[in-house]
């Protein structure tokens, strides 16, 4: 791991996204709550957030983070055809939280595809990507 002791603690914010693309028939059910495991919406977003709480477990070499916030929003674009997953998570701290939202919004398109496969497989999860982060020595905005 990267020493950081001699990092000042600052507040440290990053944004991620990713797409899942599901299809007009599992776009009607996710909309209409009838798929088998539930509601898929709600449980990408707590999987997501478990998942950014899990991130020094799942990536070599990366910091065991105190997260003091993480926002996980699903939005199902209808006409589109897709969930969008963002991510959002602070801490205070000595390093940046980036990993923690993209292993979130990572997470949590994988439990929207693991709700769904039972009626169809032709989903594809795109699009995961860091949208922003700030506190550290270098602030990143993705430019739209």
Do not use: W
Not at 25 to 47: F, H, M, P, R, Y
Not at 90 to 117: H, I
């Amino acid at each position: 791991m990267v020493d950081v002791a001699n990092k000042a603690n600052t507040t440290r914010l990053a944004s991620a996204e990713a797409t899942v693309r599901v299809g007009e028939q599992l776009t009607k059910l996710i909309a209409a709550n009838e798929l088998a495991k539930g509601d898929v919406l709600s449980i990408a977003q707590l999987a997501g957030i478990m998942g950014a709480k899990q991130t020094s477990q799942l990536i070599p070499l990366c910091h065991n983070i105190a997260l003091s916030s993480v926002r996980v929003q699903a939005t199902l674009l209808e006409s589109e055809h897709c969930v969008l997953l963002v991510a959002t998570v602070r801490c205070n701290g000595q390093t940046g939280v980036e990993m923690e939202a993209l292993t979130a919004v990572s997470v949590a398109a994988l439990t929207v595809y693991d709700m769904c496969k039972a009626v169809s497989h032709d989903i594809c999860i795109t699009n995961v990507r860091l949208l922003s982060k700030s506190g550290g020595k270098r602030d990143f905005q993705r430019r739209q």
